[in-house]
């Protein structure tokens, strides 16, 4: 977060695990929309994921990756301030997934450890809990 408490510069990579237990069916994944938000305030553009084609009984692992800069409004920018304050941030990306015709949102929560002087800009790395169904 920058001195005057308004702006932070975010980084963030994440991997979605796509799975199709069915079977003999071929299912298509397309328009995939990761929204990344923390404290319920839009990190920058949603983050276009690539379309594939997934045959059954099997997973594919689909890469996110986005960075910016986000001026935070007043009550995020508090929420940011004591977030850091407990050791750790919760960053929430909701996805928007097109199957064929259907589509589904679904929402995915990372909690990550706040970087240390000694470290600044290290890498957090966290393996996140299942994404729910909205």
Not at 33 to 62: C, H, I, R
Request: hydrophobic share 35%; charged share 20%; net charge negative.
């Amino acid at each position: 977060m920058e001195e005057n408490g308004t702006a932070i510069n975010y980084n963030l990579s994440a991997l979605f695990s796509f799975s199709n237990p069915g079977n003999n069916f071929q299912v298509s994944f397309n328009d995939i929309a990761a929204e990344p938000s923390y404290g319920g305030q839009k990190l920058g553009p949603d983050a276009g994921l690539p379309s594939f084609k997934l045959p059954s009984k099997k997973t594919m692992l689909v890469p996110m990756e986005v960075e910016g800069r986000q001026v935070l409004d007043g009550s995020v920018a508090t929420m940011y301030a004591e977030d850091a304050g407990r050791g750790f941030f919760t960053i929430q990306v909701k996805l928007h997934v097109k199957e064929g015709d259907d589509s589904e949102d679904f929402l995915c929560t990372f909690q990550f450890p706040v970087p240390t002087e000694s470290w600044p800009g290290t890498p957090n790395l966290f393996d996140g809990d299942e994404c729910i169904p909205l």
